[in-house]
């Protein structure tokens, strides 16, 4: 006689409550043939995932996370329930990405780069009670297209990291970070600029008040830099050149 584990008959129990024709799994989401996820990874049946998108060994992918397709997700990664994630996004070894989270399409998210939630973290609440979730508040976090997020970096609740941003390895992001802008250090600060291709881009002739212009070595992208927040030149920009111009 088979002596089946506490796990394996509850595994087995739950197969049988979920026929083909039951509810659980018409709501499941479809998985294409093209997703692939390593056995000893962990992923909700309740998470969506798009084409293409590979999910390495023990990573834990959680209910009602939506993930873009051509992602790319490491080994030991955890991601908490409900984060958005777009498509082209690598995550790499060990990171985590906690509830709360929106990460758009391109994104890089360095090894064990940590994206938290809770601004006050208590396990109990001053009577000694243990909270729960109506206990606090999730504080979200945005990282918008194409920004990287380095090595290790943690980037703290109610932060928007901004397009083609760039936060440094081992940087702890406690304020916004501006497109394109390039933080570095505890807190982290904005350091420069930089470009899509991850160059650091270069002040190209005088200033005028707040506004200057700099431009990539490498791919001779025009910026114009108005504050801290930094945009792609336009053909209203007398300052870009002449065959650099690129307009979003
Ligand atoms: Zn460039």
Redesign the pocket.
Known sequence: MTVLSDWTRKFLDLLARRGPDSQVSADRPSRGDTVRIHPTAEVSDQAQIGEHTAIWHYAQVREGVRMGRECVVGKNVYVDFDVVIGDRVKIQNNALIYHGATIENGVFIGPAACLTNDRRPRAVTPDGRLKSGDDWEVGPILVQEGAAIGARAVILPDVTVGRWAMVAAGAVVTHDVPAYGLVVGVPAVLQGYV?????R?QPVGGEEGNSATMS??????TCVVDGPALRQATHDDHSASEEGDHAD
Do not use: T
């Open positions: 470009c899509p291709c991850g160059e881009l990539c070595p490498v791919c001779a992208l």
